[in-house]
């Protein structure tokens, strides 16, 4: 009998071992995440996301969570009976869409995903971007064919005010933050891409990694012709495959880019379709998305 359970133990020690090195690295660090894509919308995948922020901050890490909610705003406008229409990957949002998108935004998606969280403990606290001004943003006009494009109500992030997010993890909470910010100038609130949103975010908070979770495995060396995904990259390098990436990649890595170019140590994309993706990419070795790094650390550790 003895024998059977010091068998069965020891791999759960193993792996608790192995996680070590990183609990030691990543202690007190804020950690920023963007929580998307199936992840959002896959219930066995939104409990484990739930149970991974939870572990991160039982673990002596400061998780912050940024959220956007693209499939809940498609289908909450189809019932409101207002097209979604995108122009240079970005939603069109009219003053009548913006009203529902806040409302899905702070009122389901963020309410949803704090219940997760809070199954766990009183933990997080929700909040948009505009509360305590903490995203600010002015429109936001695409180039499209060296055309100005009017997009409506979508904001560029002009400032930063982590204030209330900072006294919310001092205090032992756990931030979720809308990507919807106040307006610098005419009284109105935006929609912010919530990827760069949180990599805005992470570079304001000096956070050690921005972590965003995706629906592909990581950023492809030569897609389609391979599946191949590139580990690691530095910010040059990343700079260099930007014009040639799918539209849906550009913001995320856009934000990566940002967030190491101002003092994140490193910016991962990782598979939200993974369980616990998270947990492996930070406590193991064999990370399991693309991590990007800023140029002078292109030999350093993770």
Known sequence: MMSTRKHTALPKAQILVEALPWLTRHQGKTVV?????????????KAAFAQ????????????????GGGPQ?????????????FKAGL???????????????????QRELVGLLNEHGPL???LTGEDA??????????????????IGRVGEITEIDTGAIEALLADGRIPVVSSIARSQDDGHVYNVNADTAAAALAAALDAETLMVLTDV??????????????????ATQLEKLLPDLASGMVPKMEGCLHAVRNGVHTARVIDGRVQHSILLE?????????MVVPDDLEGGAQ
């Open 52 to 67: 991974d922020v939870v572990f991160l901050h039982h673990a002596g890490l400061k998780p912050v969570v940024v959220h």
């Open 73 to 85: 705003i498609s289908k909450a406008l189809d019932r409101h009976g207002i097209v979604s229409e």
């Open 124 to 126: 997080a606290v929700g």
């Open 217 to 234: 495995e990581g950023l492809y060396e030569d897609w389609p012709s391979s599946d191949e995904v590139i580990s690691r990259l530095t």
């Open 133 to 150: 001004h903490t995203i600010t943003a002015t429109k936001h006009q695409p180039r499209i064919e060296g055309e100005l494009v009017d």
């Open 282 to 290: 930070i406590f193991t070795d064999e990370g399991i998305g693309t």
């Open 91 to 109: 939603r069109v949002t009219t003053e009548d869409a913006m009203d529902v998108v806040r409302m899905v935004l702070a009122g389901q998606v």
């Open 33 to 45: 995440i963007k929580f998307g894509g199936n992840a959002m919308v896959d219930e066995e995948l």
